[in-house]
């Protein structure tokens, strides 16, 4: 992956001590919220912070517990909303921006990818589906049953960025 990204951007890495998933980072606006979790920590954290700083970025971190990282507990799927757990993580984490619960019985209904303004969402989550789309959220939705079977989601299968030529 790495090889195929230095063409397009500068890269940085977490040195040891430090572990970070992607799955432990969310981007919101010039906010970067890290997921405290089994796959990101707190030297990870200190070091992302020192590596997007010069970028304007801030990072905040956000304890997760309950499940394997940050976005399977939040995700952006509109210009102001996310779409989150509070069982797994605060969410005075998010002050400033709708909450849009997931439906009783889909914990792992949280896990959304936004793309322009769709969003790419699994079929396997009916309920909560029907709150986005109620919600005027448009959704694309895949059948991700084989994905999920490892513990794979829309964000951590996904990796989505503007290049200009």
Aim: hydrophobic fraction near 45%.
């Amino acid at each position: 992956m790495a090889r195929a990204l230095e063409a397009y951007r500068p890269l940085a890495y977490i040195q040891e001590p430090g572990t970070l998933d992607g799955g432990d980072v969310l981007r919101l606006g010039q906010h970067i919220y890290v997921g405290l979790s089994g796959r990101s920590n707190w030297s990870a954290v200190t070091q992302f912070r020192e590596i997007v700083s010069k970028f304007a970025y801030v990072v905040h971190e956000v304890p997760v517990s309950g499940c394997l990282h940050l976005k399977s507990a939040v995700t952006q799927v509109s210009a102001d909303t996310l779409l989150i757990n509070p069982a797994w993580i605060s969410r005075d984490a998010f002050s400033g921006w709708r909450l849009l619960e997931i439906a009783s019985g889909e914990d792992y209904a949280a896990n959304a990818l936004l793309v322009g303004e769709k969003v790419i969402y699994p079929t396997s989550f009916p309920a909560t589906r029907g709150r986005l789309e109620e919600n005027g959220i448009p959704v694309v939705a895949l059948d991700i049953s084989e994905l999920q079977k490892a513990e794979g989601a829309v964000t951590c299968c996904s990796l989505i960025f503007h290049h200009e030529v």
